[in-house]
């Protein structure tokens, strides 16, 4: 019998493994010599990895290298795909389908590039190493976070999703580490120096580490400092630092910030953090679940049995398609909205319970659009979140 080795692509179905060699096979074809010239023809590359805030750092790295100057491409990845260059905003075509070598098709597109900023669109540790080695070979590569999202892909817990992000990193390259928590802090740098890399860590002061997207805005000055740039100045980080800053949206029947964007509960946390300071304020969670998003849900049982338990939340309501297997495997009451419940009842039923609500889980789907837009038509003021009322922080400028 001969053993032949597969590469450690974290996979734990059939399904998957044929994903993982289809992927394989149908990329791979579109990165091939002309590329690999084109990407040695760019003075600056630079990977954008980790979990929240990928395309926010990619965007402004796009703008800042373009304002000096530099023959500039950027591609965002995401719901609404798009690249930017020298300023011009384009849509990336897609069939329907996320295929990674429309990274090369758009980087051809913009030829003569000086600087290329590429966001990892990779949602497993195989094809996250293949845009890194394949599609973007990065001088740097900035981390900016590890989170609990894509479990089902990159890991079961946020060491799992560490390792692989860790292991996508192409050996010898300057990764600047966003990630904050010490102990994954450590586990990653072990992990990147075993391949050979060069690690830079992002490092907030103090009184900016509770800001939502610190380790994005402070990462900028890393990632500049890495590719010889100069740092941009401190007005400029603080109006960054200010513009990732929620607000409650204030309606006639009370508070509700829409923080589903956020996805992850880690990120979540932040933001509601952010929102209620050190007052104690009880939050009314409303959480969007999709059934396709198992380990997504997993973690919001978990983290919405931890507000409840410390007392930070006193009922959890919930919609989607996956609301009824949340609900059923909870160790706590929730309400449950069918599809045939409009977002208006939904929002007058938990406003009705006199706390702030905010609204989490996940973003993309027709339930949510229509939430939004009924939150946007109801809003008659906003109230800034309590941390900027903190004696040292920045205000929105």
């Given at each position: 019998?001969?053993?032949?080795?597969?590469?450690?692509?974290?996979?734990?179905?059939?399904?998957?493994?044929?994903?993982?060699?289809?992927?394989?096979?149908?990329?791979?074809?579109?990165?091939?010599?002309?590329?690999?010239?084109?990407?040695?023809?760019?003075?600056?590359?630079?990977?954008?990895?980790?979990?929240?805030?990928?395309?926010?750092?990619?965007?402004?790295?796009?703008?800042?290298?373009?304002?000096?100057?530099?023959?500039?491409?950027?591609?965002?990845?995401?719901?609404?795909?798009?690249?930017?260059?020298?300023?011009?905003?384009?849509?990336?075509?897609?069939?329907?389908?996320?295929?990674?070598?429309?990274?090369?098709?758009?980087?051809?597109?913009?030829?003569?590039?000086?600087?290329?900023?590429?966001?990892?669109?990779?949602?497993?540790?195989?094809?996250?190493?293949?845009?890194?080695?394949?599609?973007?070979?990065p001088d740097v590569l900035f981390l900016i976070n590890v989170r609990e999202d894509h479990m089902?892909?990159?890991?079961?817990?946020?060491?799992?999703?560490?390792?692989?992000?860790?292991?996508?990193?192409?050996?010898?390259?300057?990764?600047?580490?966003?990630?904050?928590?010490?102990?994954?802090?450590?586990?990653?740098?072990?992990?990147?120096?075993?391949?050979?890399?060069?690690?830079?860590?992002?490092?907030?002061?103090?009184?900016?580490?509770?800001?939502?997207?610190?380790?994005?805005?402070?990462?900028?000055?890393?990632?500049?400092?890495?590719?010889?740039?100069?740092?941009?100045?401190?007005?400029?980080?603080?109006?960054?630092?200010?513009?990732?800053?929620?607000?409650?949206?204030?309606?006639?029947?009370?508070?509700?910030?829409?923080?589903?964007?956020?996805?992850?509960?880690?990120?979540?946390?932040?933001?509601?953090?952010?929102?209620?300071?050190?007052?104690?304020?009880?939050?009314?969670?409303?959480?969007?679940?999709?059934?396709?998003?198992?380990?997504?849900?997993?973690?919001?049982?978990?983290?919405?049995?931890?507000?409840?338990?410390?007392?930070?939340?006193?009922?959890?309501?919930?919609?989607?398609?996956?609301?009824?297997?949340?609900?059923?495997?909870?160790?706590?009451?929730?309400?449950?909205?069918?599809?045939?419940?409009?977002?208006?009842?939904?929002?007058?039923?938990?406003?009705?319970?006199?706390?702030?609500?905010?609204?989490?889980?996940?973003?993309?789907?027709?339930?949510?659009?229509?939430?939004?837009?009924?939150i946007e038509t109801r809003t008659v003021d906003r109230e800034p979140p309590a941390i900027t009322?903190?004696?040292?922080?920045?205000?929105?400028?």
């Amino acid at each position: 019998m001969t053993v032949r080795w597969v590469p450690d692509v974290d996979v734990e179905t059939v399904a998957a493994l044929v994903e993982w060699a289809t992927t394989s096979v149908a990329n791979a074809l579109g990165a091939g010599p002309a590329h690999r010239r084109r990407l040695a023809s760019i003075d600056t590359r630079i990977a954008v990895s980790g979990v929240r805030g990928k395309s926010s750092a990619t965007r402004w790295l796009h703008d800042v290298f373009h304002r000096r100057g530099a023959d500039t491409f950027a591609k965002i990845t995401g719901d609404e795909p798009v690249t930017l260059h020298n300023g011009t905003e384009r849509a990336v075509e897609r069939d329907g389908q996320v295929r990674l070598y429309e990274n090369e098709r758009e980087l051809r597109r913009a030829a003569g590039a000086d600087v290329a900023i590429v966001e990892n669109q990779g949602i497993r540790q195989y094809t996250t190493r293949l845009v890194n080695e394949s599609f973007v070979k990065p001088d740097v590569l900035f981390l900016i976070n590890v989170r609990e999202d894509h479990m089902d892909t990159m890991g079961r817990d946020r060491t799992a999703i560490a390792r692989s992000l860790a292991r996508s990193v192409p050996a010898g390259t300057t990764v600047v580490n966003g990630e904050l928590d010490p102990t994954l802090r450590s586990y990653l740098t072990a992990e990147l120096e075993r391949r050979d890399a060069t690690v830079r860590h992002v490092d907030p002061p103090a009184w900016a580490a509770a800001f939502p997207g610190a380790e994005v805005v402070y990462g900028l000055n890393e990632v500049l400092d890495a590719v010889g740039e100069p740092p941009l100045p401190p007005a400029d980080v603080d109006r960054k630092l200010a513009a990732m800053l929620p607000e409650w949206r204030v309606l006639s029947g009370g508070r509700v910030y829409d923080a589903a964007s956020a996805n992850d509960v880690q990120s979540t946390e932040v933001v509601r953090q952010a929102l209620v300071g050190e007052t104690g304020t009880v939050v009314e969670p409303l959480v969007n679940l999709r059934a396709d998003r198992r380990g997504r849900t997993a973690s919001f049982r978990r983290y919405l049995g931890t507000l409840l338990d410390d007392g930070r939340a006193e009922r959890i309501h919930a919609v989607g398609d996956g609301r009824q297997v949340f609900a059923n495997t909870a160790e706590f009451p929730v309400a449950t909205y069918g599809p045939d419940t409009t977002p208006a009842t939904v929002l007058d039923e938990t406003l009705a319970a006199g706390n702030p609500v905010l609204v989490m889980g996940n973003t993309v789907t027709e339930f949510m659009r229509d939430l939004q837009a009924e939150i946007e038509t109801r809003t008659v003021d906003r109230e800034p979140p309590a941390i900027t009322r903190r004696e040292q922080v920045v205000h929105r400028q």
